[in-house]
């Protein structure tokens, strides 16, 4: 071997060509391997490190992708990129393409959160808002679809710039989801999980669509106001009484609040109505004794007029019959609103509650009713 051929075979082994990215940053996704001109020589090696894929694009073209190994570049390994250039016979001298590295290792701990309330519809707590926030985890499943649909023409593609993405579509999502879901309210952050579950797999296609995987979701924690919280706390309470409890607990609460506003108001309602008849009747008892002493045996008095009974109406099935005072009960649970369905014996349809004379009181009013006549 003469001199010349040495020194040339010296230089070939120095100037050995090698395309790779050694990664010393925790949030890049997407590099671009940077070179003058793009120029890649004939046999260069091409090194493909575990959980990165490195991806060829030609004039604006997706060609080859390559996974994990060490690999020799030519027209053998390069198929698409031997069609697009049209080498029929191989190559020799440099070629043009732009190689990006892309890593594929899973990327945890990524926050997401509601930036608005969410407006539900619950039948017994009438518009509600909640919101919700916690973490999730993804990969670049599909690396080729990735740079053609995402990263584009940029150099450095960074975890910050696709999470912001990620975090509106997870939101979106979130939102049909719980809002299709039709729990009743307090089940939301009792079943987190299954939810989470859900959620996942509502998201999951449209990750894929642009090449991401969504591997993991969680939600960990669902809040709603506290002035609603107290609500559902006092009525999963109530719920567990029957119903002759029930009301004798909201007579209590009525006669409680009555004593406790000072002067009175007409707006407090039939709570506050109920406390005060009561007190007006012991006022005409003390002021008047003899009004309450026993009948002459002689006496008969008539007999009791029937209580009138109640029927309602939930998720459109019948229910009772109930008291005046029980339905009253019902309507200060939220069991029943304005609008629910009441019957009673002659009445030729079923109406709403609030088109009953009788039932408006449970309704409030801004005004006291006139007095009776002296």
Not at 121 to 150: C, M, N, P, Q
Not at 335 to 360: C, H, P, Y
Request: one cysteine or more.
């Amino acid at each position: 071997m003469g001199l010349f051929d040495k020194i040339k075979e010296k230089l070939s082994h120095e100037f050995i060509d090698i395309i790779e990215w050694l990664d010393y940053t925790e949030d890049t996704i997407a590099h671009r391997f940077e070179r003058y001109q793009n120029e890649i020589k004939n046999n260069a090696k091409l090194i493909v490190r575990e959980g990165q894929t490195a991806v060829f694009i030609n004039e604006g073209q997706l060609a080859d992708v390559f996974g994990p190994g060490t690999y020799t570049l030519n027209t053998q390994n390069l198929p698409i990129l031997t069609t697009l250039k049209g080498w029929k016979y191989g190559f020799d001298s440099p070629f043009k393409a732009e190689v990006y590295f892309v890593n594929t290792h899973l990327f945890t701990d990524e926050k997401w959160g509601t930036k608005n309330p969410i407006t539900l519809s619950d039948d017994r707590f009438g518009l509600v808002e909640i919101r919700a926030f916690g973490t999730y985890a993804f990969r670049i499943s599909d690396a080729g679809k990735f740079i053609k649909d995402i990263v584009g023409t940029d150099a450095n593609f960074t975890n910050f710039e696709i999470n912001e993405h990620l975090k509106s579509l997870i939101a979106t999502r979130f939102t049909d989801t719980v809002g299709e879901a039709k729990l009743p309210i307090e089940l939301y952050a009792a079943n987190t999980t299954e939810l989470s579950e859900t959620c996942k797999e509502v998201m999951q296609p449209e990750f894929s669509s642009v090449g991401i995987s969504l591997e993991k979701f969680f939600i960990e924690n669902v809040s709603m106001p506290e002035d609603l919280k107290k609500e559902i706390f006092e009525y999963s309470r109530i719920d567990k009484l029957d119903m002759d409890k029930l009301t004798k607990f909201k007579t209590a609460k009525a006669i409680e609040a009555a004593a406790n506003n000072e002067g009175g108001t007409a707006g407090a309602g039939m709570g506050m109505g109920m406390g005060f008849a009561l007190a007006q009747q012991m006022g005409t008892a003390m002021a008047n004794p003899q009004a309450h002493q026993p009948a002459p045996q002689a006496a008969t008095p008539p007999p009791m007029p029937a209580a009138t009974q109640y029927y309602y109406a939930i998720n459109n099935q019948q229910q009772g019959p109930v008291s005046f005072e029980q339905l009253q009960s019902l309507f200060a649970s939220r069991t029943i609103n304005r609008d629910s369905l009441i019957w009673k014996q002659g009445m030729s349809e079923w109406k709403a509650l609030q088109e009953l004379d009788e039932l408006k009181p449970f309704l409030g009013g801004n005004t006291p009713p006139p007095l009776p006549a002296q």
